[in-house]
Each structure stands twice: as C-alpha cells, then as structure tokens.
C-alpha cells in the first residue's frame, strides 16, 4: 500500500481520441505515470468506466490527489457539457463537469482545450513569452500563447481548423481543407496508403521515409507544407517568437518538424519572415504536462524540485 501520510498530489489527465494519459505529482515522491487505450468501439458509458478503472488503480498504486486538471480535445460549452468531439462521437451531450464530481468527489477539477494547455507547457518549457503551438496526432490541435497567457478569447484556438485548401479533403468536422484533413495522422496515413495502394501504419511510414520510398516522401511533405502554411499564416497574424510543433504523430517522424520549419521558411516575406519552427521540447506529452500545470494552478502546489524529464 502507498504511504497516505505524504503530501497529497495533483494529477493530470490527457484525453485522446484513442488513448488517456494520466500524470501525478507530488514533492518529495515519484511521479506516477500512466497510459491507457480507450474500449475499442466503445459509448462514453463504457469510456468512463475504463477510466474509473484507472483512477481507482492510481489511489491503490500511488495515493490520492487534491486537484485534478483535464486536458480535452472536444468541444464544450460554458457548462461544461461536451457538444461535440468526433474523435468519440458518442461524448456528445456528456456532462464532463458532473462526470469529473463523480471520479475525484472531493478533488478541485478543472477542464481546458488539449492545445491551450500544450501551447502553455511548451512556452513555459522554452523560456519564451509568445508561442504558436501545433500538435499533430489523431488530429491537429493547437494553441496560443501571448505575454506569457494564453490567448484570450470565447473559445480556444482552433488551428486545426484552419482552412489550408478549400477544394481539400473533408475533415471530421464536415467542412473541406481542415489543416486537419491534411496533416493529421490519419489524413498522412491515408494519403500514403492510397500512393502505396496497400494499408499503411505508422511504421510502415516511418520506414518508408527512412528509406526513402516515394509514397511516404510524398505523404509527408503534403503535410508539412500545409503545417508551414499554417505556421506562416500564424506569423503574420501574431508575430509568435516561434511556433512549436508537437504531438505524438510529429514526435514519432524525427524528420517532420525540420521539413515544416524549411518549407515555413521558404513561405516568408521581405520585412516578415515565418517564425522559427522548433520541436516540442516535451515530444507528446506536451498536453499532459500543461494539464499537471492546470492542476496544480487549482491547489497552489509547489513544483517538484527535480525539472520536469524530456522524453
């Protein structure tokens, strides 16, 4: 059994379209780290469930925590219901408020958009107080940080919602040339399985692009210049110190963010040229250490004093 008598921690949860991450602090011990795959074809009934699992294994295997900080890649309104999230369809019209009351019942909780929290992280991470950040994944998520906050406003920002092309392909969300319909994972994979004309995974791609073979180059490259595109646009817009690119998919391809940072480049102009392009200094977990941060922002924890590990 873990020693209750310490201080009690905060956690972070990431939440995917395909996985949940989950990251506990608290000084003076080890972190506990965690990751899990979402039921296969599963409702948000059965969703919740796995991740009740979860947090009862992390109470008997780690202790309790005080605050709990939720990163989301869904849509919710000011209430703090889910409107909509294709990544899991059936989290539509889910209390998430109500449903975070019934997995921590005393805990302080608090929800925000998966790239806000990622884009405050990574700046944080960097020393640098105006960042553009994109994590590219299951989809493209994004956000912005100014003067050292993130960007104000009534909703998140929506970068993978650019519109790059607007003959492209259709995204999730229903409209045409989504950077997301372009650049995401799937959108990559996709694009090099039909080049290939064979099923593609993730490491078929990458070996593919190690080796050089046409269909993997091709796949990439269309979806790095349309996350330059969005980089450049970014630029003129708000004049970033640097846009960042994360994200489990880009952190898996070592030579994606170096070919968005030379097509970014090649897209400046006289007077304004494109951001510097860099890699997220937290690879994937860039939303899952913004969430910690949210958390302990709740209970006014102090930070362990070890710096957070690169992965």
């Not at 905060?10 to 039921?39: C, I, M, N, Q, S």
């Not at 330059?228 to 004049?239: C, F, P, R, W, Y």
């Amino acid at each position: 059994m873990p020693d209750r008598r310490g201080p009690v921690g905060v956690l972070g949860v990431d939440v995917g379209g395909t996985k949940v991450a989950l990251r506990a602090e608290a000084a003076g011990r080890p972190a506990y780290d965690r990751t899990f795959r979402w039921p296969h074809g599963a409702d948000a009934t059965a969703d919740l469930a796995a991740l009740a699992a979860e947090v009862t294994r992390l109470r008997d295997v780690w202790g309790p925590v005080g605050a709990v900080g939720v990163a989301m890649p869904a849509t919710t309104d000011a209430a703090g219901a889910v409107t909509t999230w294709p990544g899991r369809p059936s989290w539509a019209g889910l209390d998430l408020t109500d449903a975070l009351n019934r997995l921590f019942p005393g805990a302080a909780t608090a929800v925000a958009d998966d790239g806000d929290l990622a884009a405050l992280a990574e700046a944080r991470h960097a020393g640098r107080d105006d960042v553009v950040y994109l994590g590219v994944g299951t989809g493209v998520g994004g956000g912005v940080v100014l003067a050292g906050r993130p960007l104000p406003g009534r909703s998140s920002a929506e970068i993978g919602h650019m519109v790059v092309a607007l003959d492209g392909p259709r995204c999730d969300c229903g409209r045409r040339g989504c950077l997301q319909s372009v650049a995401s994972g799937p959108a990559t994979l996709r694009r090099a399985a039909a080049a290939r004309g064979a099923e593609v995974s993730f490491d078929d791609l990458r070996d593919g692009l190690r080796e050089g073979r046409e269909w993997a180059v091709d796949a990439v490259d269309t979806s790095c210049r349309a996350l330059a595109a969005a980089v450049v646009s970014l630029g003129e817009l708000l004049d970033p110190a640097a846009a960042i690119v994360g994200g489990g998919f880009a952190a898996g391809l070592p030579g994606l963010v170096p070919l968005v940072a030379e097509h970014a480049l090649s897209a400046g102009r006289p007077g304004r040229p494109a951001p510097p392009v860099l890699p997220a200094a937290l690879g994937g977990l860039s939303s899952l250490h913004g969430a910690v941060e949210l958390a302990r922002s709740l209970s006014a924890a102090p930070a362990p004093a070890s710096p957070v590990p690169t992965p």
